[in-house]
């Protein structure tokens, strides 16, 4: 069993900065938990309190059935690989992988055996001699994993192990990594800013800012229904639209008006926005949900917009548009020809849509 | 030069700066300074050396050549035979202690604590103040009768008599070694600290989380690591060390009873002091093949550990 419990921890350094704010979770056994946030909202700082290289400020961690707040790193069983790798330089790629086991006392050949075995794994057997300064950035970061995986560990911390490596290598990687963990199916936490990562490798994401926890949940939760508008923004490539809208009742109906703008809010929502007439709020639209509009689209959907940018992508046309004083993002078929200026009638998916308190910024 | 030949005119004389152009020339010109300063400061008076030491010179006397004399009077001569022995100990024991305490130092001062630049700024005042003058303090310090360290030692109750701490032979030497010890670590220190700030943090973490205790971190990850620059420093110490003259000329002269003469004092005494040139020269001669024989194997060390 290898479930790793944070309860009600908190950070703070030199008295005054609070990193980690009341985090509260569970990972579970060979679960693979990804967190993930901006720079400094405190992912970093939780998985290493988790590894026992940060002291905990308040709160309890446990790894298994065991307080861990207390035990030096190397009585945890864990296994960590770091962002720059941290490889021993004047080690062979061999004894960087051997390091861990030597120190822990492991019988020669039993030693060997491991090294070989992670070696394989990885695809590096012909590299054990080398140094790591001979090595490539993906060499480098697979003789990080072997580092980690020849202890069979209870469970494996990263943290943004692929952020030095180039784009396609790091998709690359990205993949390699799921295939490992389901093969050694070993308790992860993964540490990321890049929310491609968290919602790929995460069987379960969790969402940071400011070192308080935004939400946690599976990729598709979060992608579909956002707790906030952080959340909201963060998840999804190109991000999620807002525009600040006044909320009008009128004709037994909820409307979300800005300047040109006066969108419908559908059943479900307008019922959770009930007693909200006149409030200001934040509406949400994925690129993605924002399609031209045709004869089958009600009107209380569509809006007129003005193309300001059109980036073709291929498999995709992303438009910059701007309605009134807002903008949106439009994700379109890649078919359509459009100019510049040109006028266009879009229309908003209804199950798709998003209402945010204008204040805690909260889902509707 | 080619389109000169090509066009068939007759050559003309190539402008300087054009012959500057040509990459032998260059060298050759920015060669030059470097060349004639090395060669005045330090092979014409090389060469001097080693012709006065095969010469039978003393002050105010134009010798002549004697061939290797002067070097087998001063093989048999004891005081020659103490000062090599006194160089070699000091040379020794002083670097032991300055690498054993300037890397405690440069550990310690690599943590962060408040007032750390204060304090590495601190450790560099024995380094900075002139020798001479530290020295003279030190000496006042080890005088028997006016001794700080001896009325120290008196009020704590450690000794009921007066230490002659420069005037004991062992005592003498022992006291030099101190005084080496304290002017040296600082530059260990702060060169070791330099040295450990370009190993990154995370290579002790990750040794932490490989179940390296603090000790096995510091001989599996940070010694290994450190070593180059150690070496670098051991070795300029060393030569420093090894041809040392002003401590020991000003706190003993070489006493009591020539006791505690290095090479460069006693070649000094021998020389000057005596008006002996040649039998100087020789003493200071004796000094060259031991260190050169130290650099040789201290850089191809330094070598080895770079390359792997």
């Known amino acids: 069993m290898a479930l790793v419990s944070i309860r009600s921890v908190n950070k703070v350094y030199d008295g005054n900065v609070h990193a980690v704010k009341d985090v509260s979770l569970e990972v579970r056994d060979k679960e693979f938990m990804v967190f993930v946030g901006p720079s400094g909202c405190g992912k970093t700082t939780t998985l290493r309190m988790v590894a026992g290289l940060e002291s905990i400020t308040s709160g309890d961690i446990l790894i298994g059935d065991t307080v861990v707040n207390n035990l030096p790193p190397m009585d945890r069983d864990i296994a960590m690989v770091f962002q720059n790798y941290a490889l021993y330089p004047h080690m062979s790629v061999f004894h960087n ?59 494996f911390l990263f943290d943004e192990p692929l952020s030095n490596l180039d784009a396609k290598l790091r998709v690359q990687m990205r993949v390699e990594l799921k295939k490992l ?88 929502i307008a019922r959770r926005a009930n007693g909200r007439n006149g409030a200001h709020a934040t509406l949400g639209i994925r690129p993605e949900d924002i399609h031209l509009a045709g004869p089958t689209d009600p009107t209380d959907l569509c809006f007129d917009a003005e193309v300001e940018v059109i980036e073709q992508l291929g498999s995709e046309i992303v438009l910059d548009t701007r309605v009134g004083n807002s903008a949106f993002v439009a994700s379109v078929d890649p078919t359509l020809r459009l100019k510049v200026h040109d006028r266009l009638k879009l229309a908003m998916n209804p199950a798709r849509l998003h209402l945010f308190d204008a204040g805690s910024e909260a889902a509707i | 030069m080619a389109v000169t030949a090509v066009s068939g005119s007759v050559a003309r004389p190539i402008p300087r700066l054009r012959r500057m152009e040509d990459e032998r020339w260059l060298a050759f010109a920015l060669l030059v300074p470097t060349a004639v300063l090395l060669g005045l400061f330090i092979a014409y008076p090389f060469v001097e050396g080693v012709l006065l030491s095969l010469n039978s010179t003393r002050v105010g006397i134009k010798g002549e050549f004697v061939g290797l004399k002067n070097f087998d009077k001063v093989w048999n001569d004891s005081i020659f035979r103490t000062s090599v022995w006194n160089t070699f100990w000091y040379t020794g024991v002083t670097t032991v202690f300055k690498l054993a305490l300037g890397l405690w130092l440069a550990i310690l001062l690599n943590r962060h604590f408040r007032g ?134 000003v706190m003993t002269g070489g006493g009591p009873a020539n006791a505690t003469h290095l090479f460069a004092t006693y070649a000094y005494q021998l020389g000057i002091g005596t008006g002996l040139l040649s039998e100087g020269a020789a003493v200071s001669l004796a000094m060259f093949p031991f260190l050169f024989l130290i650099v040789v194997v201290q850089l191809l060390y330094i070598r080895r550990v770079e390359t792997r």
Request: hydrophobic share 50%; charged share 20%; no cysteine.
């Open chain 1, 97 to 155: 992988m051997a390091f861990g086991l030597k120190m822990r006392k492991f019988e020669k050949p039993e030693i060997d055996k491991r090294v070989r075995n992670a070696a394989a794994i990885l695809g590096i057997e012909t590299l054990l001699d080398r140094k790591p300064r001979q090595l490539s950035g993906g060499q480098r970061q697979r003789v990080a994993l072997g580092r980690a995986i020849v202890r069979h560990p209870q469970v």
């Open chain 1, 181 to 268: 963990h389901e093969r050694l199916g070993t308790t992860a936490i993964y540490v990321t800013h890049d929310q491609v990562e968290a919602m790929t490798l995460g069987d379960r994401v969790v969402v940071m800012k400011d070192g308080i926890v935004q939400q946690v949940g599976e990729p598709l939760e979060l992608y579909n229904t956002p707790a906030n508008k952080f959340v909201a923004g963060f998840i999804g490539s190109p991000a999620m639209n807002f525009a600040d809208v006044t909320l009008a009742e009128s004709d037994g109906k909820l409307w979300a008006e800005a300047q040109g703008l006066r969108i419908g809010i559908p059943g479900e």
């Open chain 2, 116 to 249: 750390k630049a204060l304090v590495r700024a601190f450790i560099l005042l024995p380094f900075i103040i002139p020798t001479v003058l530290s020295t003279f303090a030190w000496k006042w310090m080890f005088d028997p009768t006016f001794s700080v360290i001896n009325w120290t030692l008196f009020q704590l109750g450690f000794i009921t008599q007066r230490i002659n701490w420069l005037g004991d032979p062992d005592l003498a030497m022992t006291s030099i070694i101190i005084v080496n010890v304290w002017r040296g670590v600082p530059f260990f220190a702060i060169s070791l600290l330099a040295g450990l700030q370009t190993i990154s943090p995370e290579l002790q973490e990750a040794a932490a989380i490989d179940g390296a205790r603090p000790w096995q971190r510091f001989w599996h990850v940070t010694w290994p690591l450190l070593l180059p620059v150690t070496m670098v420093v051991v070795l300029f110490s060393v030569i420093q060390t090894f041809a040392d003259f002003q401590l020991v000329y």
